[in-house]
């Protein structure tokens, strides 16, 4: 609260899933009732075809942001592991398998992963990656989603959508770690993207480890993963979410924004990940370079929204709740480990 008594929040104007599911953890454990109000207002305003629109409040629409529509769902699965009201899970049922199956229905080559259309596709959404098809980002979001609608399913009473969407995620974790050369995303280290003509782009991108986070890699691949961040994409103030840099053709200048920025929110979710696999101190470490080249070395103490990488400078917007999200990583990673991620 500030000093007027009102609750200061996310820092964007709209309400979004992607934003808001790493930024309303103080929601979740201190304002129930707000929490339960912007879930309600997703559900009011979910398209008949089951996409969760961009932004609500005031209302963006786009074809493509395929993790809108994970997050959604992990948002209410979040909401039912802490609060465990059944009644408010049944209720939300309906709109989050009409979300589930919208998601399904992109995996339009029937490979069992969600197909991106334009650079939209989720948070990395810069013209540089509009000829990407397939991302670990997303690919791995949909899986998480999909392991929660089995739980939620069967929470539910819903054996037939549990076998339902328990067969869809078999299918597309079976995709996503066959080796590139046959048709997946697994390089022998980490998650490959896959552009629109077939090529495979083989940065390491830090924005993966929320399959770590979710528990949908494979833990020998999880420790190749962060090995490979750890020795490839490690900078004095964080871990570069994108590792090697891309050119100037990309649109960004190099260590900044999408082609290579520290960002805090991935960072949180990367140690997270860490912590969860037992690598504290090392998540620590990293909370610590992020941590003293956002607020101290700049001088302003104030959460920006990126980190240049090569120079440690902040840029980007002041964004307060974007750095909630080490609350979410310090109460449930550290404080409360058995509750949930």
Not at 15 to 22: E, G, I, P, V
Not at 24 to 41: A, G, N, T
Not at 67 to 87: G, P, S, V
Not at 107 to 120: M, N, Y
């Amino acid at each position: 609260m500030d000093k007027k008594g009102e609750l200061v929040t996310m820092g964007y104007r709209e309400l979004n899933q992607r934003d808001s599911y790493w930024t309303s953890w103080l929601h979740l454990v201190f304002y129930k009732d707000l929490e339960r109000k912007m879930i309600e207002e997703s559900i009011e305003w979910q398209q008949p075809s089951g996409k969760i629109p961009t932004t609500i409040l005031p209302l963006i629409e786009r074809e493509d942001d395929l993790d809108i529509n994970a997050f959604f769902i992990l948002r209410i699965a979040r909401f039912y592991r802490y609060y465990h009201n059944k009644q408010d899970l049944i209720n939300y049922w309906p709109a989050m398998k009409n979300a589930m199956n919208w998601l399904i229905s992109r995996d339009t080559d029937k490979i069992g992963l969600p197909a991106q259309v334009s650079f939209w596709g989720d948070w990395k959404d810069v013209k540089g990656i509009e000829g990407r098809k397939y991302s670990p980002f997303t690919c791995l979001i949909y899986l998480s989603a999909l392991k929660e609608m089995v739980y939620l399913a069967e929470e539910c009473g819903d054996q037939a959508g549990a076998n339902y969407y328990q067969s869809a995620y078999q299918k597309g974790y079976k995709t996503m770690n066959k080796d590139v050369r046959e048709g997946g995303l697994w390089n022998g280290n980490y998650y490959c993207q896959i552009w629109k003509d077939g090529s495979v782009n083989d940065r390491i991108l830090q924005d993966q480890t929320i399959g770590i986070l979710f528990d949908v890699v494979p833990r020998e691949r999880a420790l190749k993963i962060i090995e490979t961040l750890n020795t490839k994409s490690m900078t004095p103030y964080g871990i570069a979410e994108t590792f090697p840099y891309y050119d100037d053709s990309f649109g960004y200048p190099s260590a900044t924004y999408h082609n290579g920025g520290v960002w805090p929110w991935v960072s949180f979710m990367d140690c997270w990940a860490r912590i969860n696999m037992g690598q504290q101190e090392e998540a620590i470490d990293i909370i610590k370079k992020v941590g003293r080249a956002d607020l101290v070395n700049s001088g302003d103490w104030s959460p920006n929204e990126h980190i240049n990488s090569l120079t440690g400078e902040n840029l980007g917007y002041h964004i307060q709740g974007w750095n909630t999200g080490l609350f979410g990583l310090v109460y449930f990673g550290l404080v409360n480990t058995e509750i949930m991620y």
